[in-house]
């Protein structure tokens, strides 16, 4: 049986800041394991989103997308999504929109609630670390994940959302 939560955590740890959702990945399974609630939220890191990652979304009750933003003026944004109506994807990688897209159409059915938490990236160089602004926005970011899980219902959720 699946988690009835499923967190994406998206990008590349040797770019800098596109390590966030890695990093935020990494934080939150030590925060679940701590409290005993892996069994709760499924973790799933990856490089970017495929059109794969929509047989992750079957069981679900709520998705969550983790990912760095550019030019974002806020440190973090969490937010509600749907599918998109429109696929836009190019060989390799989809917004979290389109996995909801291709879970409608391959299942026939809506996908699960899903929500994206973005959090305020700046330098994406490769082999460099994550800056003291992206470090500050995770810590932002993972006081924002705690309340969450803290209350998995999408009406909470909902309530968060911008």
């Known amino acids: 049986m699946s988690a009835p939560v499923v967190v994406f955590a998206v990008g590349n740890p040797s770019r800098g800041d596109d390590a ?8 939150l399974a030590e925060w679940l394991k701590n409290r005993g609630r ?3 939220v499924e973790l799933i890191e990856d490089f970017q989103l495929n059109i794969e990652h929509a047989l992750d979304l079957e069981g679900r009750s709520l998705a969550l997308f983790i990912d760095a933003a550019v030019n974002q003026s806020q440190a973090v944004v969490f937010r509600q999504i749907g599918p998109s109506t429109v696929i836009t994807h190019s060989t390799h990688a989809l917004p979290p929109e389109a996995v909801l897209q291709v879970y409608r159409q391959t299942e026939g059915r809506e996908p699960p609630p899903a929500f994206t938490l973005a959090v305020r ?6 082999g460099q670390p994550p800056g003291a602004g992206a470090e500050a926005a995770m810590d932002e970011a993972m006081l924002c994940l705690v309340r969450l899980l803290a209350n998995p219902r999408l009406d909470a959720w909902q309530a968060l959302a911008a």
């Open 20 to 27: 966030i959702g890695p990093l935020l990945c990494g934080r």
């Open 121 to 126: 990236g700046e330098a994406f160089a490769l």
């Open 38 to 40: 892996e069994a709760e």
